[in-house]
């Protein structure tokens, strides 16, 4: 009778490990790459962490670099470790061998998040720019590649001459989807109401291999284009997948953009096309429409079935 009860209790406990074993092989590991940016990245990496440990298929893991000015040569995140990197990041420029590093794991079919000032990063590192597509600042110009943007019906590719990156006063503005059957966007509203934020335009790069997912306009007279600009975006990188938001501008006391149900959802959705090349989360009922922002204070992500 003894026997059969520890028979009994190490078959119980062989259970557990293998369901622990088991949810934690469902889980994507994420490490955000932060530490210096114009931007509040002591809370943006905080929030984006918890969005992504909240949402049962990813875990994320922080690495903070040192400070501005101090030395980066031992900056060395371990990025083959991890299936996707998400940066939230504009700041000096990592040792050659860093650089190296990432974009052979980029090459290699790892996965990039990219998103808001990350894409002002780097500017002289052409393939980095290669693979966010389209950055801005950082004297960016024609140099460095056209201007994309959405007019009548299509992506036009505009070589003018002129600066790469601006922005207007924040506010809150509509989101449109310009590819509805991409995985990231599939069963999306065709528009929603994002939260204020910082409506990047004129944004320039190679933009090569990529494809815009939505869009975004703002009125001159607020600091804007006037045109349809790049929002949500995806780049083809070697065998790599890179997603690239424009969203999730932060500040000390402005931290709502990166809490809105847009900039979750679709980060979450990005996240995970970038590793597996498909979506497989649902799309949560109270997702904003065209009128109104919905924000998701507890940063509650949508059932990932
Ligand atoms: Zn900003």
Known sequence: MKIVKSKFKMLLILLVVFNSINSLAQKYEVLIVTGQNNHYW??????????????DLFNATVIVSPSKGEDMSEFSPKFKKYDLVCLDYNGDYWSDKTQNKFVKFVKKGGGLVVFHASDNSFPKWKEFNEMIGLGGWG?????DGPY??????EFVRDNSPGRGGSHGEQEDFVVRTRNSEHPIMKGLPSVWMHSKDELYHSLRGPANNMTVLATASQKKESGGSGRQEPMLMTINYGKGRVFHSVLGHTGKNSLNSVKCAGFITTLLRGAEWVVTGDVTQTISSDFPNAKAVTLWEGLEAPDAN
Do not use: D, H, L, P
Request: aromatic share 12%; no cysteine.
């Open 148 to 153: 994309v943007y959405w007019k009548n019906g």
């Open 42 to 55: 002591q809370g943006s990496s905080k929030i984006v962490a918890k969005t992504f440990n909240n949402s």
């Open 139 to 143: 004297n960016r110009t024609e140099k």
